[in-house]
């Protein structure tokens, strides 16, 4: 298929803009200084959902391009270690974060009807423990779509929850000035939005096609790896 043409009043379909916003997106992660560059973070998540994964590597790979090192971000027990899984939920007790994505899966694994003592329940256990000896500070609820109440336990309602949905690319901002704080993310927050602001059609044609390569690239990457991560837990 030939390269886009841009024609007079053609506008670009949601998903092309939703790309060129995200490299915009990334390079502004770019320019952001972090108070505490030695900043840990462990995610608890619903291991078994494909969607779910997909979206934390994604934000996995936007905390890494804040230039926070992917080996001071624990989501995913690598293949090879000498942890199990339940030993590697452990370091939640020792990073300065705990995201918590929440999704129907986590919460049903949790409290629903059928719910068992799997990995899920541990985690959320060890997070209640953490709060516990440490205070609440640190632990974060996240989550992507729905309403907050479809989404995580209800043991988890005394944390001050971001939601990450619809304008994920601000939301995160706004996630990031609590998790550090820094006068340099509400700059890179600026600049993102005046330059969305003057993303034109032109510009999204003239790239659409890279932009394209590259999402695919990337979703492909995240389908291997979700089932690699699967058969090594």
């Avoid at 090192?69 to 000498?82: C, H, K, L, T, Y």
């Avoid at 899966?105 to 990995?119: C, D, H, P």
């Avoid at 000035?177 to 006068?183: A, N, R, V």
Wanted: hydrophobic share 35%.
């Amino acid at each position: 298929m030939e390269a886009d043409v841009f024609q007079a009043n053609e506008q670009p379909s949601r998903q092309d803009q939703f790309i060129a916003e995200k490299v915009l997106f990334r390079h502004s992660l770019t320019q952001v200084k972090l108070l505490d560059p030695s900043l840990t973070i462990f995610i608890c998540y619903d291991l078994e959902d494909k969607d779910v994964y997909t979206k934390v590597a994604s934000l996995v790979e936007d905390l890494v391009a804040l230039s926070i090192p992917e080996n001071q971000i624990f989501w995913r027990n690598v293949a090879g270690s000498e942890n199990s899984i339940y030993q590697y939920a452990a370091k939640l007790f020792e990073t300065s974060k705990v995201f918590v994505v929440g999704s129907h899966g986590l919460k049903e694994k949790y409290e629903g009807e059928k719910a068992e003592r799997g990995i899920i329940s541990h985690q959320i256990e060890n997070l209640l423990t953490r709060k516990l000896k440490k205070g609440p500070t640190g632990i974060i609820p996240v989550w992507f779509q729905g309403r907050i109440e479809e989404n995580l336990p209800s043991d988890l309602s005394s944390f001050e929850p971001h939601y990450l949905g619809d304008n994920y690319f601000i939301n995160f901002f706004d996630l990031l000035l609590d998790i550090d704080g820094g006068p340099s993310i509400k700059e890179s927050k600026k600049n993102f939005s005046e330059s969305c602001r003057i993303l034109t059609p032109e510009f999204i044609f003239q790239y659409a096609e890279k932009l394209r390569q590259y999402q695919q690239e990337t979703d492909e990457k995240n389908k291997l790896n979700f089932e690699i991560f699967l058969t090594k837990q």
